[in-house]
């Protein structure tokens, strides 16, 4: 496959655009203007116009000539550049209001403050179109011009200017002459000879591409801080990258159009050569690449690497030689259009027509549609397509693309065929043609005249939908002379096969090129004069309906009162409706950002909401479509103070109370103060009470000093020159509660009182008597409360009662009494205690009972043991004033172990205790003589540790020897501590040691008896 341009590949028609022109939106503003655009779904245009013709001067100032194409900002002014013409022959910067005033805004070539800070060359011949931020700045670039001189001619090798909102030109930054950090931390060239739109992002940083300069000569990507900090994100070269797969391919170079945004900070843009396929050109056949916002670099797809899918199915060649901006839809799809490729060779067959392309988000690679055969014109017949689409491509709501051809169409231009054409591509494949350039055309005057020819650089949608761009020549018609300071220049240009050729003379240059960083570049010349004009602008503007009229009802609301707006339209919307854009000048008055008038209605009412303002507002709102607006103005008031409260209105002198003041409506900005003043000094507001943000109300505290006799004062609020008034009347403090804590307390506990007043007491304080109705409560004859305090407090003091006594507790002041109830209780047994709790039968222990409270006059307490072994007195007394009272307890011996529960009971509340006895244990056994003689006898004794119960103790004995004999066992006699009992013993041959044990209830003793010879 050959291309139709080989040497130099990126020309398209080097007979008329001898250097790469812009083609691209390039900013993020712009497009979130067309998806606003589309909201209504809207694509239906009216009669193509001719807007304006270039290279006709106006007064004494050169217009431009050789545009490259439109930018379009929100409020639907065009701006955009020309390559040649101005004064200096170099370019001018353009606006064309919405209003239709067309005039140049900077004439390229003159000297400048560069970005250096010193002064030099400006730059001049741009190769790109016009970026519009949010606030209305401009930005572009310049191919050649500069600070640095390129290293042939003293040009310059190009610089990035802007425009600010208020008509300043700037020098950013010059190419050329500095070695900058790359994004992969090395060091290279800077660029050479910027092309495209650029891309300015939120934060005001600025995207592009330069065409040569770099590491190897073949353009960078690159990005300017709004710091001024200048990096290059990637040098473009024939070294391998890394695609979307992950495999290494070959690099893209030569960069010829802008670069494109997307919401998430992903920067978009192609390569008109290199790539995968070097069978295309000596060069590749270009690529599609991104930069993520961290610098990472990813080849996306390299055109012409063989057959791929077209939309309908069918396999296809690829196309080459993308010269387009990337258009990103919301879903992350990729469009754009090659330049060259496809299956539709020219007539001379050489290299396709071009085509539209589509990635989608998932990676999926598609035509969409190849241009160079046969198609549906805008008048319905049938004729030849478009070919070579050299500008971007724009896509509205319903998935519907739209651009142009440089050349084709039915008008013949030369031997490639037309003029050019502009064709809308659906999101479901119906192509069709919207206007053959090359023809004759209406004016935007009115007039009659030759049509632009070959579309180019830039398309765009103002904010009505309308498409708007420009034509590389054509429109005015010239028969010779001079325009944009080209006086004298020629220019002629051949094409014959695979080769080309171009001359130029005058002042734009010298033939065959110059070099930027030994790379060949075309000279940038103005175009032929003579039969051909130098391009103008062109519109085919939308059907859409125009805003005619806002009325508003009421036009005079009270802050936080809602108003409406009826808005008229010109004609009734179309099918999808009409968006309309809705603005307030001040957020007092809110309105929503769009409403769509319905289909086939001519008007829409919107409702506007207020919130509260604290000085009067007026605020215009304002509805337009594209350049069409309306305006109404809404005064929005501030509330009006309507009432002051308090509650409540009549208290004790020293006491506080609560005061409020209310508005006819929801308080501004910050809350609304209200002023405040006192007529009496017995009672004290605060100067201003604050009703917050959005309330109606406000609240303060009202404090006031203690009197003695009935006062009145007034409280006065003022917001501007409204006042309204409430009375207080401050009563001199009353007796209000008496109260006693705790409430029931045993007798001889201490309660205590509190007597309150319904505010402070005055200067001499307030005397309040106290009684009791019961001895057993006794108060004070009275309480005084302080001067200045609203409460006092008082001992109740008791005494011991045998039963539960209520007392009354009277507090009287001024005939007032109020009363509290003081109960009485007697003592309640806690506790018996038995000391010790382990006594052998026969001995005694000591109980021990105590009660809560100190005991009165005669209270007993019953006792009882539920066994004989232990016996207790019936009752046991507790002294008058003492809390416990002992008591005897006696046991009786017992033969084995026993528990005893011992039980005192006293106005219905019972306590217990347990007491074990224990029986007698055995002591001891004794041998006395501890020694003697064979034959002879002696005495041993048996001891327990108390005495024996009634029936006696039987204690078992037993001797280790035979010789030594005694009986079984001995019985200590009831109430007895001892037995004795006989051992005899046998001659012995030698003396031998016996033990003598004895045994009582599991227990054991011994002794030892020694029997000699």
Known sequence: MKLRHPSPPRHIRVDRNSSLSARSIGTLTVFALLLVIFLSGSSLFGGYVDVHDFGVSSGSEPDGTTPNGVTIDRHGNQFGTTQHGGTNNLGIVWELTAAGVYKVLHDFGGTVTTSLGTSGPDGGFPQGGVTVDANGNLFGATFWGGYYSSQSGGKGDGMVWEITAAGKYLDLYDFGGTTVTYADGTTGHDGIGPVGTIAVDASGNLFGVTDAGGKKSSGVAWELASSGSYRVLHGFSSDSVTDSHGNSVPDGINPSAGVTLDSHGYLYGTCSLGGGDIDVTPYGGGTLWRISPSGSFVELHSFGSGSIANSDGSIGPDGVMPGSDVTVDAAGNLYGTTEQGGPYNTPDSIGGMGMVWELSSTGAYRDLHDFGGSATNANGTTGPDGSFPASNVLIDSTGTLYGVTNSGGPFYEDQFGGAGISWKLTASGVYSDLHDFGGSVTSASGAEGSDGMEPVGTIAFDPSGGLHGATLIGGYSFSGGSTGGSTGSTSTASSTGSTSTASSTGSSGGSGGFVFGGAQHPVPRPMEQGSYGEGMLWSLPSNA???????????????????????????????????????????????????????????????????????????????????????????????????????????????????????????????????????????????????????????????????????????????????????????????????????????????????????????????????????????????????????????????????????????????????????????????????????????????TLTISSPAGSGFFVKLSSNLKSASVPSSVAIASGKTTATFTIKTQPVASRSEATLTGTSNGASVTAKLTISPPELKAVTVKPASVKGGKTSTGTVSITSVAPSSGLVVALSSSLASVTLPGSVKIPSGKTSATFTIHTSAVQAATTTTIGASLLGQTQTATLTVTK
């Open 545 to 847: 309906p125009t805003i005619s009229g806002l009325s508003l009802t009421p036009q005079n609301v009270l802050g936080g009162s809602p108003s409406s707006a009826v808005i008229s339209l010109s004609k009734v919307a179309p099918s999808g409706g009409a968006t309309v854009l809705l603005t307030s000048s001040n957020s007092a008055a809110q309105v929503p950002n769009s409403i769509t008038v319905p289909a086939g209605s001519d008007s829409a009412t919107i409702q506007i909401t207020t919130t509260g303002v604290n000085i009067q507002v007026s605020s215009t709102i304002t509805a337009s479509i594209g350049a069409s607006s309306a305006t109404g103005a809404l005064t929005v008031e501030p509330a009006a103070l309507t009432a002051v409260a308090l509650d409540p209105d009549s208290f004790a002198g020293g006491a506080s109370a609560t005061g409020s003041v209310t508005l006819s409506g929801p308080a501004g900005q910050g809350g609304t103060s209200v002023s405040l003043i006192s007529s009496s000094s017995l009672v004290s507001v605060p100067s201003s009470v604050i009703v917050p943000q959005g309330q109606h109300t406000g609240s303060f505290t009202v404090s006031s000093s203690p009197v003695s006799s009935t006062r009145k004062a007034t409280i006065t609020a003022s917001l501007g020159s409204q006042t309204h008034s409430a009375a207080v009347t401050l009563n001199p403090a009353k007796l209000v509660s008496l109260v006693l804590s705790p409430t029931a307390v045993s007798g001889g506990s201490p309660s205590s009182g509190t007597v309150t007043l319904s505010g402070e007491a005055g200067a001499s304080g307030m005397k309040v008597s106290l009684n009791s109705s019961s001895a057993s409560a006794k108060v004070s004859a009275s309480v005084t409360i302080a001067a200045g305090k609203s409460s006092a407090t008082f001992t109740v003091s008791t005494s011991a009662v045998p039963s539960q006594v209520v007392a009354q507790i009277k507090a009287t002041s001024d005939s007032t009494v109020q009363a509290a109830s003081l109960t009485i209780t007697p003592p309640i047994l806690l506790s018996l205690a038995v000391s010790p709790s382990t006594v052998g039968g026969g001995g005694s222990g000591q109980g």
